[in-house]
């Protein structure tokens, strides 16, 4: 008999969402809509599509391990702000599979990591896959609390965990907030700010990741091709550190954790800036209608920087399987708040309705 060690047994599997098809059929209905995984509801970038079209002649050989290319293009377009070369980067399949790398290059049993709750679960999952301990301080105002963070730290700390923006809140932390956290954290622990939904915001005073790359060294930034690039089923993201971090994740890499078509499609996706912007101006579209409609229906919600919505209710399972049984599928965080993904206009538009129908009765 198998028996994993009891540090694997503890871990929750995650529990996906059934095909949408396969929801329709049982609950007899069509059009539905998904808001509950943070997917940019635009679609893939056309640039990135024809990419994709233009790679599929040559899938029978082994992509670019070292993803070539596509790292030349990341550190061409990162440079913008701080100079990145391409040894500071590294591809994963999805920046999942980052964290992942990350956790089993710096914990082992009995180590502790650092992380805000609620957020993204992965992290505490990552965690407890090597057996380490997940320290997870409550955050403050739905936003992450910096200061309890650090004081958190003991010498068992390896990790500390930083969603900028937060899932599932969509709080951001600010540059002086952030800077001065990073002056008490001790340099032999990592910080990896998680970045999924960067291109969203736009806060100002959003914490300016890369300029800590090389001034304290110990962090490591994730970004996805899975946000506003459209290319979540493709699975591709990548991690900016100091390439002596990156030495050491990469021992740990599979070769070929990336596939080429995901690599050839993200290059792409990055150049195509029209793409972007027309994205991140129907999030901002659909924030200002869900904002007022809300309002106006004195629902409260968190203001967010991201492409979802946090809203603290009373009975998230009865309000969102009443939101599910007319198309309108979001996601429940737990007993008293849910998290919805800002969609296309009409897509906002039917999860108000179906909103104002479910909470009316
Ligand atoms: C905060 C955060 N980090 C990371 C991810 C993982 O993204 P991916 O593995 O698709 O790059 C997500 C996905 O929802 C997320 O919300």
Redesign the pocket.
Known sequence: MIKPPDYVLGIQPYVPGKPIEELERELGIANSIKLA??ENPVGPSPKALEAIKNSLSDINRYPDGAGYYLKKALAEKLSASESICEDEIIL?N????L?DIAVRTCMQAGDEAVMAVPS?V?YSMAVQGVGGKSIQIPLKDYTHDLKAMADAVTPRTKMIFI?NP??PTGTINRKYEFARMMEEIPNNILVVL?E??YEYVSDPDYADSMKHLHAEGNVLI?R????IYGL?GL???YGVAKKEILNDMNRLREPFNTNSIAQRAAIAALKDSEHVSHSRNINEAGKTYLYGELASLGVKYVPTEANFLYMPVEKAMALYESLMKMGVIIRPMGPHAIRVTIGLPEENKRFIEAFKAVVGS
């Open positions: 995984s943070n994963g999805g920046s999942n599979e964290l993204f992965v969603a937060n899932n998680d999924a939904y994730l996805t091709f899975s946000k979540a699975r591709i993201g």
